[in-house]
């Protein structure tokens, strides 16, 4: 295996979009399938455990990693190509990107994707949602490892067997590594230019930390805006109520992980208004902050620890049971500490 793939002391912070997380002993960030198996093959003769994830935008590091564990950072995992079968997308690409894409071909099927921080396998893996569309209204077959398997070797199933319903799957059940997939689109020739174009979108619009949430936000936007200066065209309504929407609520102004929260839906109101009234916004402890524009967002002040989110978390989940009667289950993924 080549050692490069496989860095020490890497600083976590650098891989979320909280910005927190202590070093690292182990992490590695693949660039294909076959570098992911040898990244698999150490852990397995190291007797590390791995932990894997996209952009790292609903993940909460810990300050202080276990040191018998290896972070698999699939966001370098971004192979997009037409064949026989369909469109294949590898599981580092952005949702974002597959809005753009969707733009540059003719079809709105994608436009929830735009501004959603987390790339593809993240979002087969939680069946990311915005509004009345998610990821399963494009989903053909996805491509998976199984860390059960004892060669690695890549296994498909199709969106019919991946048992998705709110925020729930077949793969937040299995140990599971998303590697990629086969995507809906209804015109392939007009897709084959959308993604040629989107390659020189890519050239012209400077992209530095995708875990930053504010270079995120001013490269989706400037991208979007760019294609339609480019194209004589508008950016489409549908990508403004995003920006309106998500930016009204400040999702990019702050390191955050978005919501905090699944929506109770047999408790009839989100999350955001459960916190609402209990007059918790603003709630700060150490360096974090429930929002004080939203309920269901924690966010970074700029010096956060992992504990100080954690210490958030725990007190709105206390403080929803003891008034509303029920404990609300974290959207966000909380990484064990030593």
């Known amino acids: 295996m080549n050692k490069q793939l496989i860095q020490s002391n890497a600083d976590l912070s650098a891989y979320s979009t909280y910005e927190i997380g202590g070093k690292a002993k182990y992490l590695a960030a693949p660039t294909t399938i076959e570098e992911l198996t040898s990244v698999l093959e150490f852990a397995r003769e190291q007797e590390l455990k791995p932990f894997w994830f996209g952009m790292g935008s609903n993940i909460l590091f810990p300050d202080d990693p276990k040191e018998n564990m290896i972070f698999i950072s699939l966001k370098e995992l971004k192979e997009t190509h037409i064949d026989e079968k369909g469109w294949f997308v590898s599981a580092g690409m952005p949702m974002s990107h597959l809005a753009l894409i969707g733009l540059a071909s003719g079809t709105s099927d994608f436009d929830f994707c735009f501004l959603l921080p987390g790339t593809v396998g993240a979002g087969i893996y939680m069946n990311a949602k915005y509004y009345n569309r998610q990821i399963c209204d494009i989903l053909d077959t996805a491509f998976y490892i199984d860390l059960n398997d004892p ?39 007009a897709l ?147």
């Open 151 to 189: 060669n690695f070797e890549v296994q498909s199933i199709h969106v019919d067997g991946c048992g998705y319903s709110y925020k729930n799957s077949i793969f937040m059940n299995n140990d599971w590594i998303i590697v990629g997939a086969y995507l809906r689109h209804p015109d392939v020739t």
């Open 192 to 338: 084959e230019q959308g993604i040629r174009e989107v390659a020189r979108l890519e050239q012209v619009v400077e992209y530095q930390n995708p875990s930053a949430l504010p270079n995120f936000f001013k490269y989706y936007t400037t991208m979007a805006e760019t294609w339609a200066h480019d194209n004589k065209g508008e950016v489409p309504a549908s990508f403004k109520s995003v920006v309106d929407d998500r930016g009204s609520k400040f999702h990019f102004d702050y390191p955050s992980c978005g919501s905090v929260f699944k929506n109770n839906y047999d408790f009839g109101e989100p999350m955001g208004k459960v916190v609402d009234r209990l007059n918790m916004r603003g709630t700060v402890r150490g360096g974090a902050s429930i929002s004080s524009w939203h309920g269901n967002m924690i966010v970074n002040q700029g010096s956060a620890k992992a504990e100080d989110i954690v210490h958030l978390v725990e007190q709105v989940k206390k403080s929803v049971n003891e008034t509303f009667g029920f404990i609300p289950e974290e959207e966000l993924i909380i990484v064990e500490k030593k």
